[in-house]
């Protein structure tokens, strides 16, 4: 007859339950927190490499689109500055031109309207040009014209306010004088009447 001690094992059971290991971090919990912190510093670094590295990338296909653009449009770019150069050098060319003409045309101004003002028994000996500034030098049988050429100039628009700088009276009764003024070649007037449009015939 086979007789089972029931009291004996029931301890035994109790002392292999006893002898289980519980799992517990202990003294490895600090190490254990450092790594997963590691670990998500680098997943956001990554990230934030990753996403950078892709807006570089961006960046510079854009960089090379505008390149080929840029070397597309540089044949009309340089076409475009050769234009506006050679526009640049006609039209110094037309100063040019229009400078000369001005000097052609002013001595031969100045010189009709110098005689236009000169009254009689007045005679020019000498006329002086610097710029517009006018030295006129001449003889008078008396005071008289040497006044009326005086208040013809002062009268035309061409010349401003002469000013008389010399006036002696020399043997024979001759009076020689020197005066100065200012031509102007387009006074505000002249100019005024002539852009002005003629009045239309009335009916």
């Known amino acids: ?59 510079q296909e854009i960089e090379r689109q505008r390149r080929v653009e840029r070397d597309e449009l540089l044949p009309y770019i340089e076409r475009v500055e050769l234009l506006e150069a050679r526009r640049e050098a006609l039209r110094h060319k037309i100063e040019v031109i229009n400078e000369l003409k001005q000097n052609q045309i002013g001595p031969v101004r100045i010189m009709d309207e110098v005689s236009r003002a000169l009254p009689e028994l007045v005679w020019l000996t000498k006329l002086g040009l610097k710029g517009t500034s006018l030295t006129l030098t001449g003889t008078a049988m008396d005071e008289n014209p040497v006044a009326n050429y005086y208040s013809n100039l002062d009268a035309s628009p061409f010349f401003e306010e002469p000013i008389l700088k010399n006036l002696t009276r020399s043997k024979g009764d001759i009076f020689n004088f020197t005066l100065n003024c200012v031509f102007t070649y387009a006074p505000p007037e002249i100019e005024t009447a002539e852009s002005s449009p003629p009045a239309s015939p009335e009916r």
């Not at 029931?6 to 790594?35: H, Y």
């Open 1 to 59: 007859m086979i007789k089972i001690n029931l009291v004996a094992e029931a301890p035994a059971a109790a002392v292999t339950k006893r002898k289980r290991t519980e799992f517990s971090l202990g003294a490895k919990q600090g190490d254990v927190i450092l790594l997963i912190a590691i670990a998500l510093s680098c997943l956001v670094v990554g990230t934030r490499w990753y996403l950078l590295t892709d807006h570089r990338n961006d960046l």
